[in-house]
């Protein structure tokens, strides 16, 4: 049946149009009539989780109009989408960002006010999205945000987990973990129960052949789980486009439950078939930076994939073109391997399913994917089991094995003499078991493999795909730099700045899209005026947060003291032991004083944040003796301010957004060539902190954008890292002086049983120091004192400061999306004052 409205009775459609509150007085009278009707509750109990969940609904309303908009104009125009497809997006909180994006944020704040509240607070009652664990579910984040902000017609896919990332307590110094349950009320979902797909699992193929002699592959039998789509709206900043988010959550296929089994008395199968088909959705695998191959996972990575494909197939079906336009119209971005399957998804649909020839259907799955490589470490590198793709994919897995065919006949038809070659190229490497390799595949299945800023991508195309640059060209291998969407990473994480920018750079509107204009307020830095309000809006951050740990730890730490903080994930490879050996010889150091000449050192707190995999040993070992110098420290008479040892609980980009603003100084001091990019290095450069950073990541462009006078380096190079480590596990290792003195302590007991960190301590000093902790420890400890020097010269401090912020723009998504849309992509932005005949008033 034809859904929509027929010509004549349009007119009262248009004429009774929803518009949403504008202004003060009508933002109040929605917040109420949400108190009153949609929550049903009223002014005598109405507390900030009424507040928050009424301001949210009124600005949901704002939102879907014109995000139905947006679709409109996007389906009307039907220029060509991007697609990116993400296992993880790791959005924070969304009624901030919305009051933000939308401009109605002081109307909100006035609002609120007369309706007896602060926005702050309501601001508060949210609760994370945090479906994500790091980095690359935080870019996804900030590409939506620039997708949407620069008018790209652009769809994000994921799952709904129903628990997102774990939160994390501390208990007696270990990390506890609790499960993250987020959906008791979400009002930015909105589950499509009309959009579903049914997705099929295990079974067996089938190959038929017709008259003419074809063979058809049909993939039969099996389960089915059903994907219900539930999108979630993505304002842009200062524009009405609004883009869709579409996560995917798993249902039993048969609807409730079987009612067969439920009649003849057997309830507990029949549910349990729901709750297996629930599962598929129902957490996200907590580990950062590591592959662990679990059935489920791969499950996920179908199940998503599946979902997805049909979905943007079905959109281009409905335009009639032929398919081989259907790179013309659709971009599809590989964030990481995780979606790689989608590669061998449209191959299949296109093979199996449209009778397209494979050359014809290989070029069109060629053109339309592109891949994002996000590490280098070979415990993340994606691998699947022959066997269990096998059994869970069987059609898959034979197109794999075609992919791979046509691959390797190319192969040895361009590079006859290198025999060796084809083994290490292969798609299927012969191992006992045999594995899928991920990343081959997506390189194989794309038109363009990028990695996330210069170092990294010199490094894939000359290490980890060496050879896949010699067989598809250099071309193909591009580098984009990553960056962060400056909405959230200044203007609503650190409100003070970025007002203070705007006295200087004009109307945050400008410079929040082209973030560049920040180069404005190198003209101020010498303007007494403007370095004392910058200094005085860096000392109202560090109050902020030191109310803040005040409040979740006890601790007092005085704003004064020099802030130093290192969150993140914790990795060995991003060496947080590292930094706590340095605080333990600062303690070591300020203890060896006399009280005297301790009342002359400069104060400094070290602050640290992240969480550990659940199952990653180690990284808990660190989160342990982090907490254990805390008490020890912390609690000692000798040493009062001087050094204070903060571990933060359960960072999360809410926590991100006020810990940020408040650095002096941060820690971004991965073992060179670890760290793909890093992202946190360019807002804390950003919200005016200065870097503590080996040669690392886009640590590196920061250093040519800001100057390499405003940046601490220091360790060694990339290009050394192997040769230390040969030397370190096969020559005479002798470990770093200073390094051992922190050993003997911590050995003795002094942070308590030393048996606990024994790990921490044998990895460096028997087992070869695989991250060169010992290698860099004395130019880091030389360069920790170079930052305690800069930073008693306030004045050079500051100077560091705002020169480097205005040095910037080049960090913002913005332009890092800019780059995506022409180098991969090929896509237009589509304005939204062109109508293109719908919209408004139509
Ligand atoms: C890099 N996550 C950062 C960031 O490009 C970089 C891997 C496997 C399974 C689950 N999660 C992962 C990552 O690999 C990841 O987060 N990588 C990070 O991507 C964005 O800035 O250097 O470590």
């Known amino acids: 049946v034809e859904a929509s409205i027929p010509e004549p009775q349009r007119e009262a459609w248009l004429k009774n149009q929803a518009s949403g509150f504008k202004g003060k007085d009508q933002f109040e009278k929605e917040v109420v009539r949400h108190v009153e009707t949609t929550l049903a509750r009223s002014m005598f109990n109405c507390d900030e989780t009424a507040a928050y969940a009424a301001t949210s609904l009124a600005f949901r309303d704002r939102l879907v109009i014109e995000w139905n908009r947006t679709q409109q104009r996007q389906t009307f125009a039907d220029s060509k989408r991007v697609y990116y497809l993400s296992l993880e997006f790791l959005m924070g909180r969304a009624l901030d960002n919305a ?326 190229v292969s798609i299927i490497e012969e191992s006992q078991p045999k594995m899928v390799r991920m990343a081959y595949l997506a390189i194989v299945g794309s038109h363009k493999v990028n990695g996330v800023a210069e170092l990294h991508s010199d490094l894939i195309r000359t290490t980890i795909f060496k050879d896949f640059v010699t067989i598809f060209g250099p071309d193909k291998f591009v580098n984009v730099t990553n960056g962060i969407t400056p909405r959230r990473w200044l203007h609503q994480a650190n409100p003070g700045l970025s007002s203070l920018i705007a006295s200087k750079a004009g109307d945050p509107e400008h410079y929040l899209k082209d973030l560049t204009l920040l180069n404005k307020i190198e003209l101020s830095v010498n303007d007494p005026a403007f370095r004392k309000a910058w200094a005085e809006v860096k000392l109202a951050n560090k109050q902020r947060l030191a109310d803040y740990i005040k409040s979740t730890t006890g601790i007092v730490v005085s704003p004064k003291a020099l802030f130093d903080v290192q969150v993140k994930r914790i990795h060995e490879y991003k060496r947080q032991q590292m930094n706590i050996f340095g605080v333990i010889f600062r303690y070591l150091k300020l203890k060896s004083m006399s009280p005297e000449e301790r009342k002359k050192v400069l104060p400094r707190v070290s602050i640290f944040g992240g969480k550990a995999a659940p199952g990653y040993w180690m990284a808990k070992q660190i989160i342990h003796l982090i907490n254990s110098v805390g008490s020890v420290v912390n609690n000692d008479p000798d040493i009062g301010d001087a050094l204070k040892v903060i571990f933060l609980e359960d960072y999360n980009v809410s926590k991100a957004e006020i810990i940020i603003p408040a650095s002096d100084i941060s820690e971004h001091i991965s073992t060179a060539g670890t760290e793909a990019s890093g992202t946190s290095n360019m807002k804390f450069v950003l919200n005016g902190g200065l870097i503590i950073g080996t040669c690392d990541g886009a640590n590196i462009e920061i250093t040519r954008e800001i100057g390499e006078e405003n940046i601490f380096l220091f360790g060694n190079l990339a290009e050394d890292v192997d040769d230390l480590r040969h030397k370190n596990t096969y020559g005479d290792h002798k470990i770093d002086p200073s390094l051992d003195k922190v050993f003997n302590v911590i050995q003795s007991g002094t942070f308590g049983n030393a048996q606990d960190f024994q790990g921490m301590v044998s990895a460096v000093r028997e087992h070869g120091d695989f991250y060169l902790v010992s290698d860099d420890f004395h130019s880091y400890l030389e360069t920790q004192e170079l930052v305690d020097k800069s930073y008693a010269d306030q004045e050079l401090w500051i100077t560091k400061c705002i020169t480097s912020v205005a040095r910037m723009g080049f960090f913002s998504s913005d332009r890092c999306i800019n780059e995506y849309a022409e180098e991969i992509w090929n896509v237009e932005p589509l304005q939204p004052d062109t109508n293109n005949g719908v919209g408004k008033g139509e």
């Open 99 to 424: 009051m933000l994006n939308i401009g109605e944020k002081e109307v909100a704040k006035s609002g609120l006010s007369e309706l007896g509240f602060r926005v702050e607070d309501i601001i508060q009652q949210e609760h994370d999205a945090a479906l994500g664990n790091g980095g690359l579910g935080r870019l996804a984040a900030c590409f939506l945000d620039s997708l949407a902000s620069l008018n790209f017609p652009a769809w994000g896919y994921g799952l709904r987990y129903r628990y997102g990332i774990f939160k994390q307590e501390i208990i007696d110094g270990y990390q506890v973990e609790v499960p993250d349950y987020w959906l008791d009320f979400n009002p930015w979902e909105f589950p499509r129960h009309d959009v579903t797909v049914d997705i099929q699992f295990y079974g067996n193929v089938n190959k038929t052949t017709d008259d003419s002699g074809k063979v058809t592959a049909h993939w039969e039998g099996g389960e089915t789980v059903r994907a219900v789509a539930y999108d979630v709206p993505i304002p842009g900043y200062a524009t009405p486009s609004t883009n869709n988010l579409r996560l995917w959550s798993s249902q039993a296929a048969s609807g409730e439950f079987d009612f067969q089994k439920f009649n003849s008395g057997d309830y507990e199968s029949s549910v349990g078939d729901q709750q297996r088909a629930e599962t598929i959705s129902a957490v996200l695998y907590p580990n950062d930076n590591l592959d662990r191959g679990k059935e489920l996972r791969l499950k996920q990575q179908y199940f998503w994939v599946a979902a997805s494909l049909y979905d943007i197939v079905r959109r281009f079906k409905k335009s009639k073109r032929p398919w081989r336009e259907f790179p013309d119209q659709v971009a599809i971005q590989l964030n990481d391997t995780h979606p790689t399957l989608a590669i061998v998804e449209l191959q299949r649909i296109l093979i199996d399913l449209e009778g397209l020839d494979w050359d014809d259907a290989w070029n069109i799955v060629q053109q339309t994917f592109s891949y994002t490589n996000h590490t280098v470490l070979p415990e993340a590198l994606e691998k699947w089991s022959v066997g269990l793709v096998q059994h869970l994919l069987p059609r898959h897995l034979q197109i794999i094995y075609d992919i791979n065919l046509f691959f390797l006949q190319m192969v040895e038809r361009n590079f006859p003499k290198d025999r060796e070659m084809l083994s290490r």
